[in-house]
């Protein structure tokens, strides 16, 4: 399976903050390995945070493992996107976000299967981002899809095949492509050369499933608050302010008291910064914070308890946000900028962060935001 996680990574890479400046081409067997290194170091630091040391309990589909969080709840990981959040109410299920691909949202159906016969009914999209709405497609008429309206918008009208996050994403997929080619032409070793084939293999099969997306907005929408009831479960959309976009959705059960966050807080990895709105993002979390919860289900990395983590997130965003504005006040570009930022004070929080520098697209949006900001 680790071609098949390669494939996958080379596609989340670029849509996380964790990203760095360099060459695609340059670095791209580097960032592999600094994903297997962060989700370890990531996991063993969540870990001493959490209530109990005790590993939830496990169903391993053929994609995607799913860990018992709660009863009928599940998080689901393995697939090429967003991690998902499997809801199993008395009647049927509700799905929280669907994967980069198609043929992921297919295969993420198929393995619930293990859990329950119940059917899917319901999908929410916590934003716009391809890694949590490119499965939207799969689902007929019978499966209502919700999302902020916001969300909406942006799906319909932000043209999202041919603007960032995703145009990133796709070009980390050729690179690799043309990369592996290029070594399996050069390889004499017989073993590593079919090795080599494998991967190939899976990120040309990313690619093509990434040809058959049609984009598909959410049918329903809501402002603030919309409480879903299903069967003896109630389910919470809720707006808290703009943050990782301008429409995020938490996903919240006061029962439970378990809140999926998306990509506002990712816990012990730093979101994509890309659409952020970065004063009311450090907002939102707090509003996130008063919340009464107990575990918190990211869009990406692993789940945790301690809200100290958000605190955590909220630092970054203001010291990132902080010294972009110093930068720019001395009239450094955004691409130096992003060369000349240090965050490795964070470092005891975020593992990836390995020294200076931060990811660009994030940086180049930190400007955009303080245009927009002193225009008002």
């Known amino acids: 399976m680790r071609h098949q996680l390669l494939a996958a990574a080379g596609v989340l890479l670029m849509c996380s903050g964790w990203a760095r400046a360099a060459p695609v081409d340059s670095v791209i067997t580097e960032q ?42 599940y998080y689901a990981t393995g697939g090429v996107g967003s991690n998902n959040v499997v809801i199993v109410n008395d009647q049927d ?46 689902f007929g008429p019978e499966v209502e899809i919700i999302g902020h309206e916001y969300l909406r918008n ?36 017989v073993s590593r050369k079919a090795s080599l084939s494998k991967e190939l293999a899976a990120a040309e099969s990313v690619r093509e499933q990434l040809k058959e997306v049609k984009v598909t907005a959410p049918g329903r929408t809501y402002t603030t608050k919309l409480i879903l009831h299903k069967g003896r479960r109630e389910i919470q959309l809720l707006f808290l302010g703009r943050g990782h976009t301008g429409g995020d959705t938490f996903v919240y059960l006061p029962q439970e008291r378990i809140v999926c966050t998306g ?39 692993v789940p945790f308890r301690d809200k100290a983590v958000i605190t955590a997130f909220q630092s970054y965003l203001s010291d990132i946000t902080s010294q972009v504005a110093a930068l720019r006040k001395q009239g ?23 020294g200076p520098g931060a990811e660009p697209r994030g940086v180049r949006r930190i400007y955009q935001w303080m245009d927009e900001r002193e225009k008002r």
């Open 32 to 73: 592999f390995t600094r994903l297997r290194t962060y989700v370890e170091r990531g996991s063993a630091a969540l870990q001493t945070r959490t209530s109990s040391a005790a590993p939830f309990p496990v169903t391993q589909g053929k994609a995607y493992k799913f860990e018992k969080v709660a009863e009928g709840v």
């Open 93 to 138: 299920i509700l799905l929280v976000d669907d994967g980069t691909t198609p043929a992921t949202a297919r295969a993420l159906v198929e393995d619930i299967k293990l859990l329950t016969d119940k059917p899917v009914r319901t999908v929410v999209n916590t934003h716009f981002h391809y890694d949590h709405t490119f499965g939207n497609q799969v």
């Open 154 to 189: 942006a799906m319909l009208n932000f043209d999202v095949l041919h603007r960032e996050p995703y145009l990133t994403s796709m070009g980390t997929v050729s690179t690799r492509i043309a990369g592996l080619q290029k070594q399996i032409a050069d390889e004499k070793d």
């Open 263 to 301: 990509d506002m807080d990712e816990g012990a990895r730093v979101a994509y910064m890309g659409d952020g709105v970065f004063d009311e993002w450090i907002a939102s979390l707090d509003a996130l914070k008063k919340l009464d919860f107990q575990l918190v289900l990211p869009g990406h990395g």
């Open 332 to 354: 450094v570009s955004p691409e130096d900028a992003a060369k000349r930022v240090d965050l490795t004070s964070h470092k005891k929080d975020f593992p990836d962060i390995q």
